[in-house]
């Protein structure tokens, strides 16, 4: 399939409110900037669960705030994180933009890693630090399994000390870590996929979602019989796959850019609705 003008938006946009939390988190492929048009769909469904089995900085769930919601990443560390907001943090541990204490941090994170502990309050805290402070927000492991991004480049860094409105947010959230497929859904639930970008062109890097789980989900997505949003990358196959699951196809122009031919090319984003 061809990706055309003809696909261009036509979705309603509106500002996002006051009311809508930030990210906690930095997050490689982070929706804050879909909000103007994942809001207005999703406000007829202010009764229903959410559900985001691909979770991340949850842009989405913290800005459309639902009373209940069900949160899902293959990352546990990111859910961990999240636990452990929702229960309140007791343990403090100093945060600062330091070199040193970034690098010091790290390695005691990559300890509780090695003692199997990684599911603690202190790997939580350690965690938010080291996104906040580390390169670019970026959540890499070597071989070991350890932490290995190195100390970020930012001037100044906002650290949260006050988690309060998100614990208050999180009182009747779920938090899960897995793989998508292991969600208990339940039949109104109001799904929103926002999967790794599907990128046709892999040669020289390793994929962990690769195609035949791009089909996976839309395969999983067309069974359910509540309404379903899905945001990707608008790479051919995944239109066509999405057009013959039943999906209405909108395509618009995320503000990043793709490297095509050694081009740094505009790259399309499409929004795939079923059910609304
Ligand atoms: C594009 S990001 C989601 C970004 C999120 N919507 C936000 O606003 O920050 C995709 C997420 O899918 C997670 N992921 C990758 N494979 C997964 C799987 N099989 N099941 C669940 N989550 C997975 C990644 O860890 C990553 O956080």
Redesign the pocket.
């Known amino acids: 399939m061809r990706v055309s003008k003809e696909y261009l938006c036509g979705l309603p946009c509106a500002p996002v409110p006051h009311s809508a939390l930030l990210?906690l988190i930095k997050?490689?492929?982070?929706?804050?900037w879909l909000l103007p048009y994942l809001l207005p769909l999703m406000a007829p469904y202010r009764g229903r669960r959410l559900v985001?089995?691909?979770?991340?900085?949850?842009?989405?769930a913290l800005a459309f705030r639902p009373q209940r919601a069900l949160l899902?990443?293959?990352?546990p560390h990111?859910m961990n994180f999240y636990r452990w907001v929702q229960r309140g943090f007791t343990l403090s541990i100093p945060m600062e933009n330091d070199r040193d204490l970034y690098y010091a941090h790290r390695e005691r994170f990559n300890q509780l890693i090695r003692e199997g502990r990684e599911d603690s309050e202190e790997a939580a805290l350690l965690f938010y630090y080291l996104n906040r402070t580390g390169y670019n927000g970026l959540c890499r492991f070597n071989r070991k399994g350890e932490f290995n991004v190195p100390f970020g480049k930012y001037r100044a860094i906002p650290y949260e000390r006050d988690f309060t409105p998100y614990r208050q947010l999180f009182k009747h959230w779920e938090f899960l870590t897995?793989?998508?497929e292991t969600l208990p859904l339940e039949e109104g639930d109001v799904l929103y996929l926002?999967?790794?970008?599907d990128v046709e062109f892999t040669a020289y890097t390793k994929e962990?979602?690769g195609w035949e789980?791009q089909v996976r989900l839309a395969e999983w997505a067309r069974c359910h019989r509540g309404p379903v949003i899905l945001s990707n990358q608008a790479t051919p196959r995944i239109l066509a796959l999405y057009e013959s699951c039943g999906f209405t196809i909108y395509t618009l122009w995320a503000p990043r850019r793709i490297s095509c031919n050694g081009d740094r090319a505009k790259a399309l984003e499409v929004l795939a609705l079923r059910g609304l």
Do not use: I, Q
């Open positions: 990210p997050w490689a492929g982070g929706k804050r985001e089995p691909f979770a991340g900085s949850m842009a989405l899902c990443d293959r990352n990111v897995g793989d998508f926002d999967p790794p970008y962990t979602f789980d």
